[in-house]
T-cell receptor, first 116, second 111 residues
Framework: NAGVMQNPRHLVRRRGQEARLRCSPMKGHSHVYWYRQLPEEGLKFMVYLQKENIIDESGMPKERFSAEFPKEGPSILRIQQVVRGDSAAYFC??????????????FGDGTRLSIL | SQKIEQNSEALNIQEGKTATLTCNYTNYSPAYLQWYRQDPGRGPVFLLLIRENEKEKRKERLKVTFDTTLKQSLFHITASQPADSATYLCALQTGANNLFFGTGTRLTVIP
C-alpha cells in the first residue's frame, strides 16, 4: 500500500484521553476517506473530505469524532474522550477523483487504536 | 434494510483450482462494484472495478461478473496459488463516492 501513509500504526490511549490519527494521501490525490474496521466486521465508512471541506460525514458518530483535511498537511481524524468501544482499526483511503466517479480508492495500512 | 453478504466467511481450495467468491446485496442501487484484497494487518488493495452496465471484467487470472437483476457479483481466481490466500472484500459504490463493504471471504489456497 505504498502511497497512502498513516501514522501512527498503533496507538494506545486510556479512557478519556484524545486520539489523533494522521493520513497523508497519495501524491496528486485530493479526496480522502476514513473507514473504521471492528474485529470480525466489515469496513464502515465514516467521512469523506476534500481539501479544506467535509463532503460527507454521514458515517461519523455525532459526538467526540471530528475530521479535517487542511490546505497544507495531512488529514486528521480526532477522537475526544475515548471509550473502550473506540478500539478498532482506522483506515484512510484516497482517490484522484471524487463524487460519482469510478476512481478506485487506495488505502493505507491503518492505525490500530487500543483503549485501556 | 441494506445488506451486503459474501457467501462464506472462509473458503479452502486446492492449488490450481478456480476459486469463486460471491457477493449478494439488497436495497442498494450501485453504480459500480469493486473487489479488494486484504492481507492480515494491512489495508485493502484494489483489484477490479465493474460498472452497472458491464457484465464481466477480466484482469490476468481474475474475473468479475455483475448481475444487477440478481443483485450479485461473482469473483473468480483461476489457477489459484497459495499466494492468493487473503481476505477478499466486495464494495458497492452508489452515487456518492463512499464505499459500502461486505465483511469479506477469507480464502486459503492449499498447496
Amino acid at each position: 500500500n505504498a502511497g497512502v501513509m498513516q501514522n501512527p500504526r498503533h496507538l494506545v490511549r486510556r479512557r478519556g484521553q484524545e486520539a489523533r490519527l494522521r493520513c497523508s494521501p497519495m501524491k496528486g490525490h485530493s479526496h480522502v476517506y476514513w473507514y473504521r474496521q471492528l474485529p470480525e466486521e466489515g469496513l464502515k465508512f465514516m467521512v469523506y473530505l476534500q481539501k479544506e471541506n467535509i463532503i460527507d460525514e454521514s458515517g461519523m458518530p455525532k459526538e467526540r469524532f471530528s475530521a479535517e483535511f487542511p490546505k497544507e498537511g495531512p488529514s486528521i481524524l480526532r477522537i475526544q474522550q475515548v471509550v473502550r468501544g473506540d478500539s478498532a482499526a482506522y483506515f484512510c483511503a484516497s482517490s484522484e477523483g471524487g463524487g460519482a466517479s469510478n476512481q478506485p480508492q487506495h488505502f493505507g495500512d491503518g492505525t490500530r487504536l487500543s483503549i485501556l | 434494510s441494506q445488506k451486503i453478504e459474501q457467501n462464506s466467511e472462509a473458503l479452502n481450495i486446492q492449488e490450481g483450482k478456480t476459486a469463486t467468491l460471491t457477493c449478494n446485496y439488497t436495497n442498494y442501487s450501485p453504480a459500480y462494484l469493486q473487489w479488494y484484497r486484504q492481507d492480515p494487518g494491512r489495508g485493502p488493495v484494489f483489484l477490479l472495478l465493474i460498472r452497472e452496465n458491464e457484465k464481466e471484467k477480466r484482469k490476468e487470472r481474475l474475473k468479475v461478473t455483475f448481475d444487477t437483476t440478481l443483485k450479485q457479483s461473482l469473483f473468480h481466481i483461476t489457477a489459484s496459488q497459495p499466494a492468493d490466500s487473503a481476505t477478499y472484500l466486495c464494495a458497492l459504490q452508489t452515487g456518492a463516492n463512499n464505499l459500502f463493504f461486505g465483511t469479506g471471504t477469507r480464502l486459503t489456497v492449499i498447496p
